[in-house]
């Protein structure tokens, strides 16, 4: 190599350290001093054995005003067709949140709805930002949530299972489809609007969307298009407490909350399909609602969007009802503890999350694997069959419930 010629790489060498430093510090700065994330290609294999697959996130954009419900495109990053999926399902997302530069990273589990119909390119996902209770005070805001919209950008990846989930619409029937969603609750909703007006024409499907105000009314342009586009499309908007600014009449149709009183008076006489997700009060005014006016169960399809909302436990078939005449004794060896199981609870995470003992979770039903602890002794029955797969020697706590004493790892 002639002197120029070294000279000139030495000095390209020189400056691309130069920049790269000021990449770095860009960046740093960006998150606030958080130890950069690991979701690179190296950290991220494409597919795993344990179903993990890369995503990039190809877009985002927030779908309402405030700001609060923040759109993620993902594509695979092997570039390859993502697989047809029931609108109504949901990722499982593995996060692995820096805690400090020196402690390694916490990886955590949390499932979010796919909210736009199938397509072969990409997933979107749509997150709603959880703030902390108002109290006690000191509690942190929601962490999964607060990473994906303050860390997250779009270049970045994330790892997430195939979608799963049992709260799927009907796509063999043409029996009118009604959507009762709350607040983010509407994000399995959009999935399942999109594709029945796309591919059943004729169908008749009604949503009931309750959110605050204008600020929380997410997808508006959205909905009203497809509201406007489809005679058979019927949006009703419920604000429970309107801003000074909103017009009843034109951002919305009610103030209050959507109840049985409402659907009575507006949804015509014959057989429905009914479609719930949103909040804890809702669920639990609206599931059992719908049975009293005579709604049979097999036409109430509903979720719960886990700890965050997951007041209203819905009772599980197989589940020990009553209590028990003699307790079972539940021990869960790393946290040192042992409590008497009497039947109380609809399955052993709940029983777990009751006696303070934390053991991680993700969808609460059996599909992401998140709560798979080691079952040391004992057995457990499941009140259906998982979609996760379950080793041999472990339990899916989130929907086992005891036949016998256990001890658990957890
Ligand atoms: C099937 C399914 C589908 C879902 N789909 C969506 C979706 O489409 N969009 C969406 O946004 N979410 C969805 N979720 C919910 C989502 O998975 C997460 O639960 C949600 O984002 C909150 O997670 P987080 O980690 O941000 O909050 P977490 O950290 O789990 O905290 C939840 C709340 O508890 C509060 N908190 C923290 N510590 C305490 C404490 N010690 N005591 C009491 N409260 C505390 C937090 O401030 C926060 O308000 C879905 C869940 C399921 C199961």
């Known amino acids: ?62 779908e309402d005003q405030a700001r609060t419900q923040r759109s993620l495109i993902l594509q695979p990053t092997d570039g390859m067709p993502l697989p047809d999926f029931a609108p109504g399902q949901y990722l499982t997302l593995s996060i692995d949140l820096p805690v400090s530069p020196t402690e390694p990273k916490r990886m955590i589990v949390r ?10 390119q990409s997933y979107r996902i749509t997150v709603k930002r959880m703030p902390a209770p108002a109290t006690p005070s000191d509690l942190p805001p929601g962490v999964a949530s607060s990473f994906l919209h303050d860390v997250v950008q779009v270049g970045d990846r994330l790892r997430s299972k195939a979608p799963a989930g049992q709260f799927v619409l009907d796509r063999e029937s043409d029996v009118p489809a009604v959507f009762l969603a709350g607040g983010i609750g509407v994000t399995p909703m959009i999935s399942m609007i999109s594709w029945s007006l796309t591919h059943q024409a004729g169908r008749r499907l009604s949503l009931f969307y ?17 509201a406007q586009a489809y005679p058979t499309f ?47 009060a809702m669920m639990a ?9 005579g709604v049979p169960t097999r036409d109430i399809h509903f979720e719960s969007f886990g700890p965050a909302s997951s007041g209203y436990v819905p009772p599980v078939a197989g589940a020990v009802a009553a209590s028990l005449h003699k307790p079972l004794t539940i021990q869960f060896r790393r946290s040192g503890r042992s409590v008497g199981w009497n039947g109380e609870d609809v399955n052993l995470l709940d029983f777990a999350e009751r006696h303070g003992i934390l053991v991680e979770s993700g ?7 998140a709560c798979e602890t080691r079952l040391v002794s004992g057995e457990v029955r499941y009140a259906k069959k998982t979609d996760a797969e379950v080793p041999a020697g472990a339990c ?6 005891p036949v016998s004493n256990l001890v658990l790892e957890a």
């Open 1 to 62: 190599m002639t002197a120029p010629l070294l000279l000139a790489a030495i000095s390209a060498a020189i400056l691309l350290q130069v920049a790269i430093g000021i990449g770095v510090g860009f960046w740093r700065l960006r998150h606030k001093g958080l130890p950069p994330l690991t979701l690179t290609s190296e950290a991220l294999p494409t597919t795993t054995g344990t179903g993990w697959r890369a995503f990039r996130v190809e877009g985002e954009a927030f």
């Open 111 to 120: 499932c979010y709805s796919l909210s736009d119909q199938p397509n072969a």
């Open 210 to 226: 309750g959110v605050r105000n204008r600020a929380d009314h997410a997808f508006k342009a959205l909905l009203e298009g497809f």
């Open 234 to 280: 019927a949006l009703t908007v419920l604000y429970n407490a309107p801003g000074r600014a909103d017009v009843e009449g034109q951002d919305f149709h009610h103030t209050g909350f959507i109840d049985i009183a409402l659907l009575k008076s507006v949804l015509p006489h014959g057989q429905h399909q009914f479609y719930v997700c949103g909040p804890p």
């Open 285 to 293: 005014a609206l599931v059992p609602g719908l049975t009293d006016w």
């Open 363 to 369: 969808c609460r039903s059996g599909s992401c694997g």
């Open 396 to 401: 899916l706590l989130c929907v086992a419930t």
